[in-house]
């Protein structure tokens, strides 16, 4: 072989190897950039934020919503002649106690589990005020029931509503316009 031909060859393989050195290293480069830009997924999960704190304290499961029903203090102040909606159950060892949530909007899911209620009470202060609410309740049979919440005044339930009622448990409510 002529020595310009032998050059000839050598080049080209030196360009093709210079060639594919390049691609595999922007290759590998452009890996490695993808897989330290991408983020986690933001995935909305509904789960309840601080539910396991509510859970403890309370009593009450929060599962899951859509962040137009959370969890209040009971001593939230009306605004609007709009409160809280007051849950009233004895789960406590046959304790009274009174859980709250705010509604935040003319929509609003929660589901949730809160045992033995007996009485729930709208967000409204006065006739014609308050949020349209739908809950959702089971005994420990499985009778399910759906009850609409008076908006401004109380709706029993279970033994609150006949004392020879199964006791309930709250599983879900439910804001509608």
Known sequence: MHLTKKLAIAA?????VAITGVWTASAASTTTQADSDT????????????AADIQAQYNVTLI????????????TP???????????TTAD??????????VLAPTGH??????????????GRISGAGHRVKAELTTDAGQH??????????TPVGVGANPSNAPT?????????
């Open 12 to 16: 080209a393989v030196a360009v093709a």
């Open 78 to 88: 009306p605004e609007d002649n709009v409160s809280v909606l007051q849950v009233r």
């Open 110 to 123: 929660l589901e949730l589990r809160i045992p033995a209620v007996y009485e729930i009470r709208g967000d």
């Open 39 to 50: 983020q986690p997924t933001l995935a909305e999960n509904y789960s309840y934020p601080g």
């Open 64 to 75: 899951s919503g859509d962040g137009h029903i959370i969890f209040a203090d009971c001593a």
């Open 145 to 154: 029931s759906t009850v609409d919440v008076n908006p401004s005044g109380t």
């Open 93 to 102: 060892a046959g304790t009274r106690r009174t859980v709250c949530f705010k």
């Open 169 to 177: 448990t709250l599983l879900q409510l439910t804001a509608t316009p």
